[in-house]
């Protein structure tokens, strides 16, 4: 079972979230540059399609680290973040367009959130610390009580106003709120 808890917070990380979406905007545009379309027969007709193809490989994402990593003022781990993000609205845009769902244009993400990983958050007690600038700035939300769950396997993503906590559990006795 999957439940989904939303948590406001009082925090001024605007600026934080839109350097985070135009980092993030800036992966998808350099991803969809380096597209190859392939034109296939469709079976039976007389009719062809375009199919992409983008690079996925190591030196790739090395490369864009790289690029993105240079003029960032936040957490080294925000780009990691960003760059899975990125690849990870590449594929699902890439599965929707081969089903004929999207169009053949470039992915834009408009509204700003940060998608944090699991390695990025630490659990102390009934707090969740999750760092933004390396050794200088935390962010810090009791909880209260929310996950009793022995399992790791939960998410979070930041927006303006609220944190929002997924988690997977056994049964509706696990969780407390």
């Given amino acids: ?6 948590l406001r917070h009082n925090l001024n990380i605007k600026a934080f979230l839109y ?8 992966m998808i545009r350099d991803i969809w540059s380096t597209i190859e379309w392939k034109e296939w027969r469709i079976p039976g007709k007389k009719q062809k399609r375009l ?3 983008y690079r996925k490989d190591n030196a790739f994402k090395r490369a864009l680290r790289d690029k993105y990593l240079k003029d960032w003022e936040y957490a080294a781990h925000w780009v990691d973040s960003a760059l899975k993000t990125a690849f990870s609205i590449m594929r699902s845009w890439k599965k929707n ?3 004929g769902k999207r ?11 940060v998608r944090v990983k699991q390695t990025l958050m630490k659990r102390e007690g ?3 610390r999750i760092t933004i600038k390396a050794t200088r700035v935390r962010l810090y939300r009791f909880i209260k009580a929310l996950f009793q769950v022995k399992r ?3 998410r979070a993503h930041i927006d303006d106003d609220a944190y929002l906590l997924a988690g997977r559990g056994g049964s509706e006795r696990e969780w407390r709120v």
Avoid: H, Q
């Fill in 103 to 113: 169009k053949r244009r470039c992915p834009i993400v408009k509204r700003p959130f």
């Fill in 19 to 26: 350097a985070y979406l135009a980092i993030l905007n800036g």
């Fill in 1 to 6: 079972m999957l439940k989904t808890f939303s």
């Fill in 51 to 53: 199919f992409p193809n």
């Fill in 97 to 99: 367009y081969n089903k």
């Fill in 126 to 128: 009934e707090r969740l």
């Fill in 152 to 154: 790791s396997d939960w």
